[in-house]
């Protein structure tokens, strides 16, 4: 089991920046990767960006060289900053962890970009 805590979000105007963060607790030992994913009203889930325990990173096209996704090992915490924000980037933002073929999520943190 694993549970996951983000954080972060909020309102913010076109073109700022926002930091979220996502704080795994329990089975975490065996935990190879997280991700952020993200679903917009109306839209699917979609994967924003991934990194691996070793500090290996990948993003959705839509957003490389706006966000990065960094990780802090010893705090089980997963960061994704956030800039050059766009109307576009609103949506709930979700942690994402895969143990033994089971998919965890948070709760969520939204998002809104005001243009």
């Known amino acids: 089991q694993v549970q996951l805590v983000e954080s972060g979000g909020g309102l913010v105007q076109a073109g700022g920046s926002l930091r979220l963060s996502c704080v795994a607790s329990g089975s975490i030992f065996s935990i190879n990767g997280m991700a952020w994913y993200r679903q917009a009203p109306g839209k699917q889930r979609e994967l924003v960006a991934g990194?691996?325990?070793?500090?290996?990173?990948n993003y959705v096209d839509s957003v490389k060289g706006r966000f990065t996704i960094s990780g802090d090992n010893a705090k089980n915490t997963v960061y994704l900053q956030l800039n050059r924000l766009t109307p576009e980037d609103t949506a709930v933002y979700y942690c994402?962890?895969?143990?033994?073929?089971?998919?965890?999520w948070g709760k969520g943190t939204l998002v809104t970009v005001s243009s």
């Open positions: 990194i691996t325990r070793s500090g290996n990173s």
């Open positions: 994402n962890v895969v143990l033994r073929g089971v998919n965890y």
